[in-house]
């Protein structure tokens, strides 16, 4: 029987799992990731780091399935978009990766707007600090002698498929975040390249997400008994493979990704980009299709930080909370803790705690960054819609999806229903064995990303979402209101 493996190189943790044929999990691995953040606005990792993580769980997995491991004939790859991997000649990293959430890059972002007022159409979205090119830029000032040593520039995932292929290779959806790629043409832009004194040299070869992208190196096939003939497919960013995973692959579908960050996602059949709503419309990991997305730099990962800052486990957080929510906190949060993407472009953005008395318990504190996350989304909704793409309903993917409480303040603050799957916390990584099925079959794509069966349906609350209503508008007032103080900090 022909098994799959995905992987997705997240911010937190290495996933691995393993597919069958009827596209059952058997078997998955999880090692945990650490973030480095030596500077304000920095976050990096190593990339070796990934490496070990993901060896740690394909030896995890080899042992616990045994067989089933041994019939893997297509492996995929998913991973944090945008990360700057910046190999030498002999394609070793020069210095720790340089992460999504890294906001040092802020101003060489604003000067590439500027000086290249024509280029942000073609790329989908304006350069903001997170992405791959205002990172380079800003290498070129601050660390001259590294940028001159650079001979490749990579993504978190195809690091992993340097070390499975040997070859420097990557995907439209993942290139897609870079602010090199001309989203149209599928193709790096010369124009983008010059901007940030690259070219097409330093770059990856470019496939679609469902094509292989090249075969085991022998030491690989060696290392985990694996066939020597084992595709590699080209695979995807995390936004667009979780996209893949969940069956939303035609025009108009749309989900909410609850995960370290957030993102709002709707498929498109065209290139339709919004850079003035600073909504980012890049390449699907399928070809012919694209998507539009908000992306927020703060999701489940502000609730894991709360639940630390509280030294309190989170499913007990949760249902204490749970137990006594009756409607919307009294205590605001604005969960900006690693700044923010869509609709502010604010790298100095920060979280706050607004609402605060002597009766405060920890539970009206849990409660306001739920809603804190969720009204971030309202603002993404409201971007989406600027860039003409109504959001009726959306299903939900990510670790935050397992919790139903949570999934039932998303569907009041958005007002619109919400679609909770079996193993939607699997999004990218599922979504990756999916690409390597259809790069090692051959299979049509709709034959294979069909959409998991429902959990349930999560309906909005009519009482609550008019009682959210008001707080949206506050929490939109609050930041208006600090944004200066962010700015002079």
Request: charged fraction near 20%.
């Amino acid at each position: 029987m022909a098994h799959y493996l995905g992987i997705d190189v997240g911010t937190s943790a290495a996933k691995v799992i393993l597919v069958d044929e009827w596209q059952a999990v058997v078997a998955e691995a999880d090692v945990p990731l650490q973030v480095s953040r030596p500077q304000d606005l920095w976050s990096e990792q190593d990339p070796e780091a990934w490496w070990k993580a993901v060896q740690a769980a394909l030896d995890q997995l080899r042992v616990t399935t045994g067989a089933a491991f041994a019939d893997v004939r297509g492996i995929g790859l998913s991973g944090q978009m945008h990360g700057a991997v910046l190999l030498d000649a002999a394609n070793r990293p020069l210095r720790p990766a340089i992460l999504w959430n890294d906001g040092r890059s802020y101003r060489e972002a604003q000067e590439l707007g500027t000086n290249n007022p024509g280029l942000s159409r073609a790329m989908g979205v304006i350069p903001m600090p997170g992405f791959t090119a205002p990172k380079l830029a800003w290498l070129a000032r601050h660390e001259p002698e590294t940028f001159r040593a650079v001979r490749k520039v990579i993504l978190p995932k195809d690091y992993i498929r340097l070390k499975l292929i040997g070859d420097v290779v990557t995907d439209m959806s993942d290139a897609a975040g870079t602010w090199w790629l001309d989203e149209a043409r599928r193709d790096w832009s010369d124009a983008a390249l010059a901007a940030t004194g690259l070219t097409r040299d330093h770059m990856a070869s470019l496939v679609e997400g469902s094509q292989a992208s090249g075969t085991l190196r022998p030491e690989i096939v060696q290392q985990w008994g694996l066939c020597s003939d084992v595709v590699v497919a080209g695979g995807g960013g995390d936004a667009a493979t979780g996209a893949v995973g969940l069956g939303a692959i035609e025009d108009g579908s749309a989900f909410i990704s609850l995960g370290t960050s957030g993102q709002l996602f709707v498929t498109t059949r065209d290139f339709s980009p919004a850079p003035e709503a600073l909504v980012h419309s890049f390449c699907h990991a399928l070809p012919g299709r694209w998507f539009q997305m908000a992306a927020m730099l703060n999701g489940a990962s502000c609730l894991a930080w709360a639940a630390n800052l509280l030294k309190r486990d989170i499913g007990e957080l949760l249902r204490e909370t749970e137990a006594v929510y009756r409607k919307p906190s009294d205590v605001l949060f604005l969960p900006y803790l690693a700044g923010e993407r869509t609709p502010h472009n604010d790298p100095h953005a920060r979280g706050v705690f607004f609402g605060l008395s002597p009766n405060t318990q920890q539970t009206d504190l849990a409660q306001a960054v739920l809603e804190g996350v969720a009204y971030s989304f309202a603002d993404a909704k409201l971007a989406l819609e600027q860039a003409g793409t109504p959001l009726p309903q959306a299903g939900i993917i990510g670790g935050g999806s397992k919790s139903r409480f949570w999934t039932r303040i998303f569907a009041s603050v958005l007002n619109i229903p919400i679609t909770r799957y079996h193993g939607s916390d699997k999004g990218p990584a599922f979504g990756a064995a999916r690409l390597a099925r259809l790069a090692t079959t051959g299979e049509a794509q709709e034959d294979v990303c069909t959409a998991p069966s429902v959990l349930e349906a999560v309906e909005p609350d009519p009482q609550l979402a008019e009682l959210y209503s008001p707080r949206i508008e506050l929490f939109r007032s609050l930041y208006r209101a600090l944004k200066p103080e962010f700015a002079r900090s």
